[in-house]
């Protein structure tokens, strides 16, 4: 998993909630992590890695797990928009966007890492109202892609319901995610 995704979600809990939780956070599982704890944004590890920081934050704060991935997500989504605005050119609404994730967005991505093992996701667009999106990883991030694409919503300023189903074999390496405009 690209280290960019581990430095951001440090920059998330020191904003969210303190700098004084996520020094807690990482003394707490940093001999636990086979990095150390020690992230660089270009770096890869391991995405066990980010479960036990997330596992130790629920711990912590008693905020759900699944909660506090999709806040990631959103978290992550601004600041995506911030760190490559390129990306976001000519996409004047979420849905326009959101389809070019796999054709444009992880084409990019893999020139920027080529190494990046990127979840897949696969649009349907059944009406001008509808966007399904089916999603497809090696980890159990289907929480994390509900946070991104809620994020993306709020980035385009929508009125947009987002149901995402997940079925439980799965364990969170699938889902579909099925948004209305309202």
Do not use: N, W
């Not at 990095?35 to 479960?51: N, R």
């Amino acid at each position: 998993m690209l280290g960019v995704v581990f430095s951001e979600f440090m920059e998330m809990v020191e904003e969210e909630f303190s700098p004084d939780v996520a020094d807690r956070v990482m003394e707490q599982v940093e001999d636990m992590l086979p990095s150390g704890g020690a992230y660089t944004a270009v770096g890869e590890y391991h995405h066990s890695e980010i479960l036990t920081l997330i596992g130790q934050l629920s711990a912590d704060t008693g905020v759900p797990v699944e909660d506090l991935v999709e806040k990631f997500g959103r978290y992550l989504f601004a600041r995506f928009a911030v760190l490559y605005p390129e990306f976001f050119q000519g996409a004047d609404d979420a849905f326009t966007f959101l389809g070019t994730i796999e054709d444009y967005i992880h084409r990019e991505v893999r020139k920027l890492y080529p190494h990046a093992e990127l979840p897949s996701f696969d649009c349907d667009r059944p009406s001008d109202a509808v966007l399904i999106m089916h999603y497809e990883s090696k980890r159990p991030f289907a929480p994390l892609a509900h946070g991104l694409i809620h994020g993306c919503i709020d980035h385009f300023g929508q009125e947009i319901v987002v149901h995402m189903d997940m079925p439980e074999e799965k364990a969170g390496s699938a889902a579909t995610f099925t948004l209305r405009r309202t």
